[in-house]
């Protein structure tokens, strides 16, 4: 039974399956992960450590992405997150030809794929505009929970800075303003959709795959949604498409592809709405 690990800056994910059609997924805080498992045995038998106390048996086919993926040992086999991401997408959606956004919590990267094939690509990992992260401090800022700004969509104020320091002064201004916090978090969450269509605009209008954290926020979705013009396809499992891609290494794409349309309970979610343009909203974006 393959093995994918995702080993991302905010959390390590991990996929474990035999039919590629049921999944156990384990996610794990980074920092936990770090220090209290990432601590003994020899490079050859830190990563049977690791999965033994995670209750799942070492195999060979295991598989490792993202950040810390040098932390399993150098026996273990890495692959880029652009691949990883990729093949989980194509699994996961059945698409051949998509923009895939994965907006992790402190990078972000979008994939152009035409014809089954990544044609280009670019990251951010330079800063962590747009991110989960990003999300996290505004709502700490504001002093909400993360789910209660996530749900803001209506009147958004426009926020100019996806910059956290930036960012933070231009909302302590609206505070000072008096404007109604509903409208300042609805403002968080279009600043990160804004972000979106600003990475994607060089690309044709092929469906919008949104994976990672922010995928699960509902405010930045139909946001993004109504920039974009269409709705936004999240995956079944956008948090660990990294990791399921790490399991498909090996495997070939059109097995993939076969894999996928046998997995009829494996529909995307459509998400969003398309009221947008009526509304405005795309003129800026």
């Known amino acids: 039974m393959p093995i994918g690990i995702d080993l991302g800056s905010r959390f390590v994910k991990i996929v474990q399956t035999s039919d590629f059609k049921e999944f156990k997924k384990i996610r794990l805080d980074t920092v936990q ?18 999965l033994a106390d995670l209750g799942l048996r ?10 810390g993926k040098h932390l399993m040992g150098e026996k273990i086999k890495a692959i880029t997150e652009i691949r990883a991401h990729f093949r989980g997408a194509c699994f996961q959606t059945g ?15 979008v994939l152009w794929v035409q014809d089954k094939k990544v044609m280009d690509f670019q990251t951010n990992d ?13 709502a700490r800022l504001l002093n909400i929970n993360i789910r209660k700004l996530s749900r ?16 933070e002064t231009e909302i302590i201004g609206f505070l000072m303003d008096q404007v109604p916090l ?25 469906p919008l795959v949104l994976c990672g954290g922010v995928a699960l926020n ?11 013009g269409q709705p936004i396809i999240i995956p079944e499992e956008p948090q660990f498409n990294g990791a399921i891609g790490c399991c498909l290494e090996g495997v070939s794409m059109e097995k993939i592809y076969e894999s996928s349309k046998k997995g ?3 529909q995307p979610r459509n998400l969003g709405l398309l009221k947008g343009k009526a509304e405005g909203l795309t003129k800026d974006s």
């Open 33 to 50: 992960f770090l220090t209290q498992r990432v601590k003994a045995g020899s490079e050859k038998t830190k990563h049977a450590l690791i």
């Open 58 to 67: 070492p195999e060979k086919s295991l598989v490792v992405t993202g950040y």
């Open 95 to 109: 698409l051949k030809d998509f923009i895939l956004v994965e907006m992790g919590g402190q990078d972000s990267k």
């Open 126 to 138: 330079k800063c962590a505009a747009g991110t989960g992260r990003y999300l996290e401090n505004m």
């Open 152 to 167: 803001k969509i209506e009147e958004p104020v426009q926020i100019n800075n996806t910059c956290a320091i930036f960012g």
């Open 182 to 206: 509903e409208r300042i978090c609805a403002g968080i969450n279009d600043s990160v959709s804004r972000r979106v269509i600003q990475m994607i605009r060089r690309y044709l209008p092929f």
């Open 218 to 228: 509902k405010g930045v979705v139909t946001l993004l949604s109504r920039r974009y």
């Open 264 to 266: 009829q309970s494996q």
